[in-house]
């Protein structure tokens, strides 16, 4: 199917706009980066150290550091900048154009998010392997070529169920006069609840069986279980269609959100 042309220069227009402040924007990472994993090393340390273990629930202190090493950058991966990126349309009465241009709302959005994905995904790639290759010490962390294509996969899906996740939130400006807060939880809960401040077997097992009927547990836990191996391919396929059906249901209820919340949009903004 060929692309439209019109979604390849949105594409290439963001990916340009996110180059332009390139050197602010390496400044924050590589000092938001170096902070993060600072705080890290010297936290799970000291709780090595107080157990006098070398292995905490599968976990070497090598390895759980190369996890808040990657997790941050899924992170802004399927995250990005999309909180306010909808319901600012909707607040500022910007919607018009898409409502006006011969385009599809969703197809826009998910295309300059696709933009901000790419970004942060090659950052993860070069990450990754400097860390592989140069710091880690541990033999134990293997990475190989057939596991980041799955990861890579799993990562694309879960960054659309985070999209329309959030697009359901930001909807809800069609009716709230303010729903940041709503995106602030919405981000803690998936980073909580994923596994991202906290590695889900760290977790106690009856909440760990709960989580499992949640799509949280997918968004994140799932694609570090890939990027680090510890999967077998039964349980990938098998997580990837849970993932994908809650994509599709979030997918639904936004699109329901959207007709109907057009129906109070009066177009001059607030």
Known sequence: MKIPSWIKQVYLMELRKIITYRADFWVNFVGQTIFSILISYFLWLSIFESNSATQINGYTLNKIIFYYLIVPIVFRIQQGETIGAISGDIYNGTLNKYLLYPISFYTYKITTYIANSTFFFLQLCTIALVYYFFINTDSNIKLSFINFLLFSIVLMVSSLTYFYLNS???????WADNIWSL????????????GGLIPLSFFPIWSVELLQFTPFPYIVDFPMKVFFGDFTYVSYIQSLIILSLWTLLFRFISKTVWNRGQYQYTGIGI
């Open 183 to 194: 995106g602030v939880i919405t981000r803690f809960l998936t980073r909580f609840l994923g």
């Open 168 to 174: 359901i939130t930001e909807l809800i400006g069609f």
